[in-house]
């Protein structure tokens, strides 16, 4: 079938760390089309599906009281620091058991906060066993200075148990400004950031006799710094079938996020895709409906998922004393599906078909994106990305005027 030939060629297109489909899937469900065994290829493609969409995700976080282990949390949550539901910052750690914190949006998504393990009576191995270690999917370790031996035996414990761990070294903002006043002449940006990496990583090494990875993080300006490579880390060691709800659990911060964010999606969409192409092709397999239900709820979410929702966007157009509407017009995707006196929706979708078209091989194209709603999904996810690149710094909207919006528009857009 002519779909299986370009089937290989779109998850191609993705790096590494943004698939959602394990490799096994792609391969059973291209075999299954290639052998018209398409019932069987819907049940694979169902699967994975389900798996990707109901993933749960376990993440703890453990270390030492001051460390900035609970303003670690709530920014990995998306969530203000004296919102409702945050981690308590600024107290002393009272209580010896694990704390979950489910994410602002997702709710497939906790983090646990552990006390380190320093603040406890337990022995390493004792700590994982009462810390219920085998839950978590990683660990991330946090100090705010030297990284102490429990860290390391704590992180050697977790290695025998095959399981993943990070070092996390935070308030790094606080040691550069803390030396720029001390050292203002001799002050060198670099300089300090390598000593503090040598110096974390010297004291593991001693500790493991390895050289662990150390990631330099800031928890008030998390796009900065080591964070955004600790992401891409992270999805990288994560299962295919883990790394889109925790892409789409990020905050929308840097420009690599929020195409981690779009890949996941466009790969979701392209199965659902499949699947309805398939049950297009069964004899009695069920009338499709041209649009998808709920396509709005649908767009709704995405627009969650890119920081583009009302509440993210009233708060952004406060910074700038407007209204949320009048914000608005600097972006694209509100005036997506208007139409105006030169060009209607069906022409712009049908560049859109076209350009699809071209980059997977014209019939398979065709064949695959033939319903709107998948077009549309797929056209709605460009733009919510490219406003979401846009806001990252938002006051260039306002400096320079591109016709009636401000955000990059879609090379075959226009």
């Known amino acids: 079938m002519a779909w299986a030939s370009g089937f290989d060629a779109f998850f ?21 089309i290639e052998k018209n065994k398409l019932q069987e290829a819907i049940s694979v493609i169902e699967k994975a599906l389900r798996d990707i969409e109901s993933a749960p995700l376990n993440i703890a976080v453990t270390g030492e009281t001051g460390t900035g282990k609970s303003t670690f949390i709530n920014a990995l949550r998306g969530v203000e620091q004296d919102a409702e539901g945050a981690a308590p910052t600024g107290v002393v750690e009272t209580t010896m058991k694990r704390t979950p914190y489910p ?23 004792t700590y994982l066993t009462e810390m219920k270690f085998n ?28 399981m993943n761990f990070y070092f996390v070294r935070t308030k790094i ?33 001693k500790a493991l006799s390895s050289e662990p990875p150390v990631f330099l993080v800031s928890n008030f300006d998390m796009s900065d710094y080591d ?6 880390k992270l999805l990288g060691d994560l299962p295919a079938h883990k790394r889109h709800i925790f892409s ?6 840097t420009e690599a996020t929020i195409n981690y964010k779009r890949d996941s999606l466009k790969q979701k969409v392209f199965l659902e895709a499949i699947k309805a192409g398939i049950f297009a092709t069964i004899p009695l397999g069920g009338m499709i409906s041209d649009d998808i239900e709920n396509l709005d709820e649908t767009f709704n979410l995405y627009r969650s998922y890119f920081g583009l929702d009302d509440a993210s966007l009233e708060n952004i157009a406060k910074e700038f004393n407007m209204s949320v509407n009048d914000f608005k017009v600097h972006l694209r995707f509100p005036h997506l599906f208007a139409e105006d006196k030169e060009e209607s929706l069906e022409e712009k979708l049908f560049k859109y078909i076209k ?31 490219n406003d ?16 009636q919006y401000i955000s990059k528009p879609l090379d075959y857009w226009e």
Request: aromatic share 10%; with cysteine.
């Open 103 to 125: 994410h602002a949006k997702l709710q497939n998504v906790t983090v646990w906060d552990l006390p380190g393990i320093g603040s406890t009576s337990f022995p390493p191995q």
């Open 388 to 403: 979401a690149i846009a806001l990252l710094n938002s006051e260039e909207l306002f400096e320079k005027k591109v016709g």
């Open 135 to 162: 839950e978590y999917d990683f660990f991330i370790i946090i100090s705010s200075s030297r990284f102490k031996e429990n860290d390391a035996q704590l992180a050697k414990a977790i290695a025998e148990m095959k």
């Open 12 to 32: 191609k297109n993705f790096k590494r760390e943004s698939k959602i489909i394990p490799k096994e899937a792609i391969t059973s469900i291209k075999n299954f």
């Open 355 to 385: 350009h699809i078209s071209s980059v997977t091989g014209g019939p398979f194209a065709t064949g695959i994106y033939y319903r709107r709603a998948y077009y549309l999904q797929n056209l709605f996810l460009d733009t919510a990305a």
């Open 173 to 205: 903002d606080n040691d550069l400004d803390n030396e720029q006043r001390s050292k203002p002449k001799t002050f060198n940006k670099e300089k300090i950031l390598k000593k503090i990496l040598d110096d974390c990583t010297d004291q593991l090494q």
């Open 227 to 232: 964070f955004p490579k600790l992401e891409t």
């Open 248 to 253: 789409l659990s990020l905050q929308s911060l």
